[in-house]
């Protein structure tokens, strides 16, 4: 089993950065592709982006793109999302997930963290 911790989040103004962290324990997690998504009041999951296991390829959403950077450390077990000129319609909360492979799929994760709220004040 694979247990994931969010942290990093809280309350920025628009234009200012935060930086999540996802760490993982259990076991390893070096051979899983690992997301983030958000979910905001009223509204359903959304993949925000991905990383594959070796950290060589990036997926974002469009909403994200060029904002947003995810990031990992095998050695450390911990995946990072550096959120910059963030917006008020970034608030949500965070969730980071693990799956066997590459995809975008809110189903196709296997294990999630518990989520860090991120609200962000215009």
């Known amino acids: 089993q694979v247990q994931l911790v969010e942290s990093g989040g809280g309350l920025v103004q628009a234009g200012g950065s935060l930086r999540l962290s996802c760490a993982a324990s259990?076991?390893?997690?070096?051979?899983?592709?690992m997301g983030w998504f958000r979910q905001a009041p009223g509204k359903e999951r959304e993949f925000v982006t991905m990383?594959?296991?070796?950290?060589?390829?990036?997926f974002y959403a469009t909403s994200v793109k060029g904002r947003f950077t995810i990031s990992r450390d095998n050695a450390k077990n911990t995946v990072y999302l550096q959120m910059n000129s963030l917006k008020p319609e970034d608030t949500a909360v965070y969730y980071c997930a693990a799956a066997p492979r590459s995809n975008y799929d809110v189903d196709e994760y296997d294990y999630w963290g518990q989520g860090t709220q991120v609200t962000v004040s215009s």
């Open positions: 259990g076991r390893s997690v070096s051979s899983y592709a």
């Open positions: 990383i594959n296991w070796s950290g060589t390829n990036t």
